[in-house]
């Protein structure tokens, strides 16, 4: 492995919200709840209205499970 490879940054891993209910076993109704109520972990949102794509960082996804005591 060269210097080079060393100093590439790690891609970041994004989560659907399909993915992210069953790893956390909540439905995706609830993750849209807690997206309207400004609660649970933080999100991504690609595009606009209806069509929009919601993605989770799994990075925020385990600092948020990590805080949070119900996790």
Known sequence: MSDGDDRKAKLPVFLEP???SGMIKVSERTLENWRLQKKGPEYIRLGK???A???YSLDEVLR????????
Not at 64 to 71: C, I, L, P, Q, V
């Open 18 to 20: 399909v993915e992210l």
């Open 49 to 51: 209205g209806g069509c």
């Open 53 to 55: 794509k919601v993605l």
């Open 64 to 71: 948020w499970m990590k805080e949070d005591g119900n996790r």
